[in-house]
């Protein structure tokens, strides 16, 4: 519709009956590389069993950061570099 403005949902809510649009998907995938960002300082500070833990972690939202990216490529049409 020409004129109306689409944001994003806030953080942790989507709206599942309406296609992911490609701000949808973009603000997905900003909210995973933000938490791999977290999750990545925490792993640095961490030692042992702890840090193994994190870095499986990392490493599931790592495959979500990848699967957000090509959802964001799949509504704008194009491809991504690999990470």
């Known amino acids: 519709?020409?004129?109306?403005?689409?944001?994003?949902?806030?953080?942790?809510?989507?709206?599942?009956?309406?296609?992911?649009?490609?701000?949808?998907?973009?603000?997905?995938?900003?909210?995973?590389?933000n938490l791999l960002v977290a999750l990545q300082m925490a792993v640095e500070t961490l030692d042992g069993p702890d840090r193994n833990g994190l870095a499986e972690l990392v490493a599931a939202t790592r495959s979500k950061i990848l699967a957000g990216r090509d959802r964001v490529d799949a509504v704008r049409g194009t491809r991504s570099p690999s990470l």
């Open 1 to 33: 519709m020409p004129g109306t403005i689409h944001t994003a949902p806030p953080a942790g809510a989507h709206d599942d009956s309406r296609p992911l649009g490609l701000l949808d998907a973009i603000d997905e995938l900003n909210r995973g590389l």
